[in-house]
C-alpha cells in the first residue's frame, strides 16, 4: 500500500511570505500529526488532526495552524515567515493517533526561508 | 515539562563494534517509549517498549526499558555502514495525541 506522501519536497520562501505543506496519510488512517525538526531541538510536536478536528497542539505561535479534510489529508500553514522557521516539516499517519497503532513518517518538506 | 534527553549526542565507532543508545525521560503518565531510525528524512519505526525489563529483539538490535529509573537503552551489535543515521527517542504519555522526542543520537559507522 501506498505509504505517506507529503508535498512538496522543498520549498524556498522569503520572510513575511506564507506556506502551505501538504500530507497525504495511508489510506484507512484518520489521524495526521505534524512535526517541525531542527538541528538544534530535535523533532517538535506542532498538532494533531483525527477525523477533522485537531485535538492536540504543541507549543507554537499562532502563525502555525493546520487542518484536515474528509479524506484525511492534512495541510499546514505558516504565514508571516521567520528565518527561524526553517526546519524539516516531517507528518506522521496513524490509523487512531496512538504509539500501538504505530506512527508511519512521510519523508518530510524542507522549508528555507531566506 | 515532559523532558527527552539523548545520549551520547554523536558516536562514531568501526565496523563490528557494538554501540550502547541511552534514552531517560521525565514524562507524566508515561504510556510507552518508542525508537526509530532516520537516515535521510523519515523515521523509521525500530521498537515500542512499554513493559519494564522486557526486552525487545530485532536482528542486531535490541532495546529494555526500566520504567523505575526512567530509561531505555539502544545496542546494537556487530555494527556495519547501514547502522549508521540518527536513532530517536520518543515517549508517549495517556491520554496524548503526540510523541516527545528526545535529539536524537547520531550514529557514524566506518568500514
Known amino acids: 500500500k501506498a505509504g505517506v506522501t507529503q508535498t512538496p519536497r522543498y520549498l524556498i520562501k522569503t520572510r513575511g511570505q506564507q506556506v502551505t505543506l501538504s500530507c497525504s496519510p495511508i489510506?484507512?488512517?484518520?489521524?495526521v500529526s505534524w512535526y517541525q525538526q531542527t538541528p538544534g531541538q530535535g523533532l517538535q510536536f506542532l498538532f494533531e488532526y483525527f477525523s477533522e478536528t485537531q485535538r492536540n497542539k504543541g507549543n507554537f505561535p499562532g502563525r502555525f495552524s493546520g487542518r484536515q479534510f474528509s479524506n484525511s489529508r492534512s495541510e499546514m500553514n505558516v504565514s508571516t515567515l521567520e528565518l527561524g522557521d526553517s526546519a524539516l516539516y516531517l507528518c506522521a499517519s496513524s490509523l487512531a493517533g496512538r504509539a500501538n497503532y504505530g506512527y508511519t513518517f512521510g519523508s518530510g518538506t524542507r522549508l528555507t526561508v531566506v | 515539562e515532559d523532558k527527552v534527553v539523548q545520549s551520547p549526542l554523536s558516536l562514531v565507532v568501526h565496523e563490528g563494534d557494538t554501540v550502547t543508545l541511552n534514552c531517560s525521560y521525565e514524562v507524566t503518565n508515561f504510556r510507552s517509549l518508542l525508537w526509530y531510525k532516520q537516515e535521510k528524512k523519515a523515521p523509521t519505526f525500530l521498537f515500542m517498549l512499554t513493559s519494564s525489563g522486557i526486552e525487545k529483539k530485532s536482528g542486531r538490535l535490541s532495546s529494555i526499558l526500566d520504567k523505575k529509573e526512567l530509561f531505555s537503552i539502544l545496542n546494537i551489535t556487530a555494527t556495519q555502514t547501514g547502522d549508521s543515521a540518527v536513532y530517536l527517542c520518543a515517549v508517549e504519555a495517556h491520554n496524548t495525541d503526540k510523541l516527545i522526542f528526545g535529539t536524537g543520537t547520531r550514529l557514524q559507522v566506518f568500514p
Open positions: 489510506s484507512g488512517h484518520r489521524s
